[in-house]
């Protein structure tokens, strides 16, 4: 029986390892998603690291994707950017490719 506990206990190490990663990917690519939108927007300086704050803020507040998104659209439209939705969900899918590599390089 030792065998299956041990690989149990490997799989639920694997399982909290990725879970780990996915959170740290997220966060990263929160946080470059508010940059970018930050910068769409014409903030500058301090307002930049703000608004990507307060975006990673969102996702720890409200999980999902779907909050993310739509709060980055509203808060784009709401500065008379010219965007959609979808062009936004596309940005948001490279971010995520780049911050999960990021976080598997270890950096």
């Given at each position: 029986?030792?065998?299956?506990?041990?690989?149990?206990?490997?799989?639920?190490?694997?399982?909290?390892?990725?879970?780990?990663?996915?959170?740290?990917?997220?966060?990263?690519?929160n946080r470059a998603l508010g940059e970018w939108?930050?910068?769409?927007?014409?903030?500058?300086?301090?307002?930049?690291?703000?608004?990507?704050?307060?975006?990673?803020?969102?996702?720890?507040?409200?999980?999902?994707?779907?909050?993310?998104?739509?709060?980055?659209?509203?808060?784009?439209?709401?500065a008379g950017v010219a965007i959609t939705e979808g062009?936004?969900?596309?940005?948001?899918?490279?971010?995520?490719?780049?911050?999960?590599?990021?976080?598997?390089?270890?950096?």
């Open positions: 029986m030792t065998t299956f506990d041990d690989r149990e206990r490997g799989f639920e190490k694997r399982f909290a390892l990725d879970q780990e990663q996915e959170f740290k990917a997220q966060a990263r690519r939108a930050a910068g769409l927007m014409g903030l500058t300086d301090k307002h930049v690291i703000e608004y990507a704050q307060v975006i990673v803020k969102s996702e720890v507040d409200q999980p999902g994707d779907d909050d993310v998104l739509r709060k980055v659209f509203e808060d784009l439209k709401g062009e936004v969900r596309m940005k948001m899918a490279e971010l995520m490719a780049q911050a999960r590599e990021s976080v598997r390089e270890g950096k």
